[in-house]
């Protein structure tokens, strides 16, 4: 396959510092706005030879922070303190209930979904199962990780889902044909008989000149709407976002963005940038209304006066945007993914795109709990059932989930016989989950 990313080059380019410590962790934790640590949060040591690092000083609760992959090569040392390899392989359920649910037998088994992403290598035994369209794509060999990690995010919570791929290229060179291909695709899927149950797509629609005065927001809740009344569930970012958000995570430490500190040097780099944008403001017109564009405008002018100015304009936006009030893991979690050189990579950090999967992939569960449930209704038992993080943040609970929705069957199945087989059913699967808890505990008892 030929890998349409930059992602190897990225990671040939990364420097890597001779001593990596719990201090060295920290600084990318906390200035990962700061574009020298932006490339070594996202990747990493993947594909690395830090055999010669000291890591002498790295706890291991620290180095679970690093993305690494199985092309990273480890001194012996390393390997007896930190076991890479065990945790490659520890980590392809990363959420620990999941491993409960799977076994139980709730694993989005006879859902039907549509992935709506890049193109990539599916050949692989870990997506033999998948429908794959590139109907697109002129070049057929063309490969891009992002596609390959969402899918590989949504088979690690519902492995059982039945899933097709539609495979179209983010960074094609047309995006107009691009947007109008996604639109085109999601207005044919509104007229088929044949519809998925949920379609999930790591990205918003984009702006189409033929819906001139129509933005991203308006288009997306007319295919909302559209879908839904063929029976179908449509999550793109612009969905998701009303509801969820994601958070970076390593146990119970969870932490929001707060960091927006760059050098004197990267800012004189974005002011050329800011200036462009500035002489160029007419391109964001179709995708901000008037007064979201005057805001973007007057942002952009307060950024040219200083390097504080810029820093205050960032947390600006970061505090103006709405966020969703759930947040999914989806930096610092633990799941090992194909990388685009075959091998394996345990992902430390990841961004929004990587949250989407993750709340398809658990409305995939909800469904196999409760055909009938919708999306808003999903997305209300996501708050309902929500963990309190230490820092106040509410997260994802997969285990909760399940066990409201069988409750909510169980009051329905009084009053509607249609639910009486449903209650039966996810009665169940929650029995089976049960058993597997009390196995469990009875294995940690013995030991």
Request: with cysteine; net charge negative.
């Amino acid at each position: 396959m030929q890998y349409k990313t930059d992602y190897w080059d990225i990671v040939d380019n990364i420097k890597i510092p001779k001593v990596i410590d719990d201090e060295f962790v920290k600084k990318i934790n906390e200035h990962y706005e700061n574009m020298q640590f932006s490339d070594i949060r996202s990747y990493g040591i993947c594909g690395k030879d830090v055999s010669e690092v000291d890591m002498s000083n790295l706890s291991y609760e620290k180095f679970l922070q690093l993305s690494f992959d199985s092309n990273t090569i480890f001194s012996k040392e390393q390997n007896e303190k930190f076991h890479p390899d065990k945790i490659l392989k520890e980590c392809e359920n990363y959420y620990r209930c999941m491993q409960y649910l799977h076994k139980a037998g709730i694993t989005g088994i006879g859902i039907n979904v549509l992935i709506v992403d890049t193109p990539f290598d599916h050949t692989s035994e870990q997506f033999k199962d998948i429908k794959y369209n590139d109907s697109f794509e002129e070049d057929k060999s063309m490969s891009h990780m992002h596609g390959m990690s969402v899918t590989s995010i949504f088979k690690h919570i519902a492995p059982e889902a039945n899933i097709s791929f539609d495979a179209s290229q983010a960074d094609c060179d047309d995006f107009e044909k691009f947007y109008q291909y996604r639109y085109n695709l999601l207005k044919n899927i509104c007229k088929d008989e044949n519809v998925p149950d949920i379609i999930s797509m790591s990205s918003s629609i984009g702006c189409i000149n033929i819906l001139k005065g129509k933005n991203e927001k308006e288009i997306s809740n007319e295919l909302v709407e559209e879908l839904k009344n063929k029976g179908c569930e449509f999550v793109d970012s612009i969905r998701f976002g009303k509801t969820f958000d994601q958070c970076n995570c390593y146990n119970e430490n969870y932490n929001k963005i707060d960091s927006f500190s760059i050098t004197d040097e990267e800012y004189e780099a974005l002011k050329i940038k800011i200036k462009e944008d500035l002489n160029n403001v007419g391109k964001f017109k179709d995708f901000y209304s008037e007064k979201e564009l005057n805001e973007r405008i007057e942002i952009l002018k307060n950024s040219l006066k200083s390097k504080e100015e810029y820093e205050n304009s960032l947390r600006k936006v970061n505090l103006s945007h709405k966020k969703g009030e759930i947040n999914i893991v989806s930096g610092g979690i633990t799941y090992t993914q194909n990388d685009c050189n075959g091998g394996k990579m345990y992902s430390a950090y990841a961004s929004r795109s990587w949250a989407i999967p993750q709340a398809s992939a658990m409305y995939a569960i909800a469904k196999q709990m409760d055909k009938n449930i919708t999306y808003d209704e999903f997305c209300e038992v996501c708050k309902n059932t929500a963990i309190e993080s230490p820092s106040n943040l509410k997260v994802i609970n997969p285990e909760g989930i399940v066990r409201q929705i069988n409750e909510q069957n169980r009051v329905k199945s009084q009053i509607d016989s249609r639910y009486v087989n449903i209650y039966n059913n996810s009665s169940k699967l929650i029995d089976n989950l049960d058993r597997v808890k009390e196995e469990k505990n009875r294995k940690n008892i013995q030991r």
